[in-house]
C-alpha cells in the first residue's frame, strides 16, 4: 500500500513538473525577439504602451479606433493597424502623431489614419531613420504629411496624402538619398513633394492632383527620377537653385522609355506611340526637361 502511494505521489510530481515547462516554453515562444505580438490587443488604451513593451522585430496589430496619442517608435517594429480608414492616430493637439526615432532603422507603419498636427511645422510622420516603409495609410490636416530628414533608402508607398498645410513628403537633406515614393495620391498640399538638399530619389507612379501652386519641387539636389507620374490640375513641377542651378541640373523626369502625364502638355504625338514628338519644359533655372511627356494619364 505504501509502495503504491509513493508511486502515485511521484507521478502527480512529475505531471506538474512537466506542466510547468511547458507554459514556460510557450511563453518565451511568443516573445523571442524578431516575433509577432499576439497578444489580444482588442482593448488598446495606448499605442506606445505596447511599443514600449515590444521586443525588436515584432509585428504590433492595432484594432479600428481613434488614439489621442503622440507615437514615438524607438526600435524596430511592424506597426500595423486594422483598417485605414477607422484605425486613426490624432494627437488633437500641439504634437507630432508619430515620430520614428534613428534607432528604429526598419521599421513598418501601415494601415492608419494620421492627421491633426495642428501647430505650424508640425508633421504627421516624422522620419529620422533608414530602410523604412511607410504604406497604406491616409495622411491629412497635417503641416508636413510625412517629413523625412537625414534618412537613406525609405519607401514611402500606396498612401493617400491629402489637404495638408505645407508639403505633402518633404525629404531634407543631402544625408536624405536613395528614397522611394511611388503609388501614392497626392491632393490639395502645397507642394506634393518637396525635396530639399536631397538627392538620388526615385519618383515614380504617383497621382498629383490639384495640389497647390506646384506638384513636384526640387530645390538644390540632382540624380533625382521622376518619371510615369500623373500631373493633373497642378500649376506645375519646379527644379532650381537659387544659389547654384548647377546643383539641379541633373535631375531626370523619364526613365529613358517614358516620362510624365502633364495634363498641360500641348504637344502631339504624330507616330501614335503615346508620347510626345517634343519635350516637356520644367520650370525653374535648372533647364530639366521630360523627353517623353504621356499623351495620356496612366492607369495607376
Not at 538638399?197 to 526615385?202: F, G, I, P
Request: charged share 20%.
Amino acid at each position: 500500500m505504501k509502495k503504491m502511494l509513493v508511486i502515485g505521489i511521484t507521478i502527480f510530481l512529475i505531471l506538474i513538473l512537466f506542466s510547468g515547462c511547458t507554459d514556460n516554453n510557450t511563453n518565451k515562444s511568443s516573445s523571442q525577439n524578431g516575433g509577432t505580438n499576439n497578444n489580444d490587443n482588442s482593448e488598446v488604451s495606448s499605442i506606445q504602451g505596447l511599443i514600449d513593451a515590444a521586443s525588436e522585430g515584432d509585428t504590433i496589430n492595432i484594432p479600428s479606433g481613434t488614439y489621442n496619442e503622440h507615437i514615438i517608435i524607438n526600435k524596430t517594429i511592424h506597426l500595423i493597424g486594422e483598417d485605414k480608414e477607422t484605425t486613426i492616430i490624432d494627437p488633437d493637439g500641439d504634437m507630432i502623431p508619430i515620430t520614428i526615432d534613428h534607432l528604429a532603422d526598419g521599421s513598418t507603419v501601415s494601415g492608419f489614419t494620421i492627421k491633426n498636427s495642428k501647430s505650424y511645422s508640425e508633421k504627421g510622420i516624422y522620419i529620422k531613420s533608414d530602410n523604412c516603409e511607410i504604406s497604406n495609410n491616409i495622411v491629412t490636416k497635417n503641416d508636413y504629411a510625412i517629413y523625412v530628414y537625414m534618412a537613406q533608402d525609405n519607401t514611402i508607398k500606396n498612401n493617400q496624402i491629402l489637404d495638408n498645410m505645407n508639403s505633402g513628403v518633404m525629404i531634407r537633406v543631402c544625408e536624405s538619398g536613395g528614397n522611394i515614393i511611388s503609388n501614392n495620391y497626392f491632393s490639395e498640399n502645397s507642394p506634393g513633394i518637396y525635396l530639399s538638399d536631397s538627392s538620388n530619389n526615385d519618383i515614380y507612379e504617383n497621382t498629383f492632383d490639384s495640389n497647390y501652386g506646384v506638384g513636384v519641387r526640387i530645390s538644390c539636389g540632382d540624380g533625382n527620377k521622376i518619371y510615369r507620374n500623373n500631373f493633373q490640375s497642378n500649376d506645375k513641377a519646379e527644379s532650381t537653385c537659387s544659389y547654384d542651378p548647377s546643383l539641379s541640373e541633373n535631375n531626370n523626369w523619364d526613365n529613358g522609355i517614358q516620362g510624365n502625364y502633364w495634363n498641360d502638355y500641348t504637344g502631339a504625338d504624330s507616330n501614335g506611340d503615346g508620347k510626345g514628338d517634343t519635350s516637356h519644359t520644367i520650370p525653374g533655372d535648372a533647364n530639366n526637361i521630360d523627353r517623353y511627356p504621356l499623351i495620356e494619364p496612366l492607369d495607376l
